[in-house]
Nanobody, 120 residues
Framework: QVQVVESGGGLVQAGGSLRLSCAAS????????MGWYRQVPGKQRELVAI???????NYRGSARGRFTISRDNAQNTVFLQMNSLEPEDTGVYSC??????????????WGQGTQVTVSS
């Protein structure tokens, strides 16, 4: 079984920064994609940023230029550096990972989420 656990959310003023971390653990043979999604009440979960095992990245339009996703493959960890935060960035940020388990079966897992609140 594979799990991911997020950390680093909190309350910040507009214009401030936060760094989210997510560590994967368990029966991991490989991790392909890791990423961050955001959900606000009444709306569907949406992509913020994803990164492949090779380092290719993709961002939601409003995150591009302000957020940076990175990963430490040796530590099975993904990070999201969020700068110039805006109140519209508020939401629950969930970590995602997919890959192969030690049994060579595919997995995709989600974390519990961490709250990010940006005050104006």
């Amino acid at each position: 079984q594979v799990q991911v656990v997020e950390s680093g959310g909190g309350l910040v003023q507009a214009g401030g920064s936060l760094r989210l971390s997510c560590a994967a653990s368990g029966s991991i043979f490989s991790i392909n994609t890791m990423g961050w999604y955001r959900q606000v009440p009444g709306k569907q979960r949406e992509l913020v940023a994803i990164i492949s095992s090779g380092g290719s990245t993709n961002y939601r339009g409003s995150a591009r230029g302000r957020f940076t996703i990175s990963r430490d493959n040796a530590q099975n960890t993904v990070f999201l550096q969020m700068n110039s935060l805006e109140p519209e960035d508020t939401g629950v940020y969930s970590c995602y990972a997919d890959g192969l388990s030690n049994l060579r079966s595919p997995y995709n897992v989600w974390g519990q989420g961490t709250q990010v609140t940006v005050s104006s």
